[in-house]
Nanobody, 123 residues
Framework: VQLQASGGGLVQAGGSLRLSCAAS????????MGWFRQAPGKEREFVAA????????YYGDSVTGRFTISRDNAKNTVYLQMDSLKSEDTAVYYC?????????????????WGQGTQVTVSS
């Protein structure tokens, strides 16, 4: 499975961005996809995840109510709509795909990772 993330950029605080992650290859094996982020000097943080077939979603505490994860199965793409952005949302965002039933809150639950996309929120 190959993952290609896009959509990052520079936005003012309070603004919005939408990240996309297109999956290719053996996508039929995907059980869930997620987004993580890592800011300079900080540990990787879980942002959101979605079960590929049923669409159940999960969010990290810091983004609940502001970010929305969704997927388009026909396009093999997962999206992260980010609203009400704050300066503390500045980070490199990574998408990931996991196979099999797991919790999907930690990076160790994922099997494939895309390249990161930078999100910078100016205050």
């Amino acid at each position: 499975v190959q993952l290609q993330a896009s959509g990052g950029g520079l936005v003012q605080a309070g603004g919005s961005l939408r990240l996309s992650c297109a999956a290719s290859g053996r996508t039929i094996s995907i059980y869930a996809m997620g987004w993580f982020r890592q800011a300079p000097g900080k540990e990787r943080e879980f942002v959101a995840a979605i079960k590929w077939t049923v669409g159940t979603t999960y969010y990290g505490d810091s983004v609940t109510g502001r970010f929305t994860i969704s997927r388009d199965n026909a396009k093999n793409t997962v999206y992260l709509q980010m609203d009400s952005l704050k300066s503390e949302d500045t980070a490199v965002y990574y998408c990931a795909a996991g196979l099999g039933s797991r919790t999907y809150y930690t990076g160790e639950d994922y099997d494939y990772w895309g390249q990161g996309t930078q999100v910078t929120v100016s205050s």
